[in-house]
């Protein structure tokens, strides 16, 4: 493993636990995620 995904990786589930413990919703808090993500990468999605 490189250094930079030693460092990002808990960084990134240390960021999605935060915001699911701020909003108290884990299944609500990856699906935006993902509409987000779909949205960016795919723009023929319907925006949100």
Not at 19 to 37: N, V
């Amino acid at each position: 493993m490189s250094c930079i995904t030693l460092v990002f990786s808990p960084y990134s589930i240390a960021c999605l636990l935060k915001i699911t413990l701020d909003h108290g919703d884990l299944l609500g808090t990856l699906r935006s995620i993902s509409e987000a993500i779909e949205w960016r990468f795919f723009p023929q999605a319907t925006k949100p």
